[in-house]
């Protein structure tokens, strides 16, 4: 039996849905998939299908977002929502998705790819794929006091403008390897998202809260926080933790700078930790500890 790829079409999204449902135990938000793959305002919507005599058997996505590494502006490409139908495992499903996700990273201009991946998907890449551990990102947790006056639904409180993206670019050239975060970005990334955000800014930056029930645990996360200034970063981190009541917990990724201003908020280490390996399609892949910048919300658990 061959494998054969080929480029999604909206005309197989029920099928492709029902594969996503099937492989990741859960149902796929048709909000969340159109909000990935066809808002992202930085590359093309990318979705590879695997067909196995005209049967679907396997699906793998990429979102690309723009870079700066080592002070070029590039293009990243990120794999994601990978899922081989079960009756055709150990055929070769998942390498040939990533060939042709590799293929469109290439055309699209990329230089690296990176993955946030689990305890399935890494051994594949780094034994089969030749990616390369790049870091291990460890979460930090601020324990919460136990609140009987939850602040409410999260909701969009308005867009991003030339102030919070002016900010980010007095950050920028102080911080390791990272994503670029103009106004389009954040836009769709947080505004614009089908999942819930508060949106907080201040004089000299932003932030921005999400939430989730993580391991069991009513959870508020911290999904970007941008101030050029340390004193600026620690006043945002109070108004995070005041947007975060109703929760037991406020979690984050310790930034490039101004790591100290979470410490003196209360952030501790936790085990927890997200596994980033990467794969060059030119030049070399930064890796090691402090190589990259990244936030919760820069991954896709987030």
């Not at 930085?42 to 793998?60: H, W």
């Amino acid at each position: 039996m061959s494998v054969e790829t080929l480029a999604y079409e909206p005309s197989r999204r029920d099928e492709v849905f029902d594969l996503l449902a099937r492989g990741r135990g859960h149902e796929t938000d048709a909000r969340e998939f159109d909000w990935w793959f066809d808002g992202n305002p930085v590359g093309p919507r990318t979705i590879a299908l695997a067909e196995v005599d005209e049967a679907l058997a396997g699906v793998l996505a990429a979102s690309f977002y723009r870079a700066l590494v080592r002070g070029r502006d590039t293009l990243v490409a990120l794999p994601l929502w990978a899922v081989t139908d079960e009756a055709f495992r150990g055929r070769g499903i998942f390498q040939a998705l990533n060939g042709e996700v590799e293929r469109a990273a290439r055309d699209a201009g990329a230089t690296l790819e990176l993955g946030f991946t689990n305890r399935l998907a890494g051994p594949i890449y780094i034994a089969k794929l030749g990616w390369q551990d790049v870091h291990r990102l460890r979460i930090w947790a601020r324990p919460l006091l136990p609140s009987r006056t939850p602040s409410g639904d999260c909701v969009h409180m308005h867009n991003f403008v030339a102030d919070q993206e002016n900010a980010y670019l007095d950050l920028a050239p102080k911080l390791s390897n990272h994503f670029v975060r103009d106004a389009a970005y954040l836009n769709w990334r947080y505004a614009d998202a089908p999942r819930a955000y508060t949106i907080l800014t201040s004089t000299d930056g932003y932030a921005v809260v999400g939430r989730k029930r993580y391991k069991g645990v009513d959870t508020a996360y911290i999904a970007d926080l941008v101030s050029p200034t340390f004193g600026g970063t620690r006043r945002l981190l109070r108004v995070c933790v005041r947007a975060a009541r109703g929760a037991r917990v406020l979690l984050a990724l310790m930034p490039s700078v101004h790591a100290r201003a979470y410490a003196l908020s209360g952030f501790v280490p936790t085990p927890q930790t997200i596994r980033l390996i990467g794969h060059a399609l030119e030049g070399e892949l930064p890796i090691g500890n402090g190589a990259w910048h990244f936030t919760l919300g820069d991954t896709d658990y987030f």
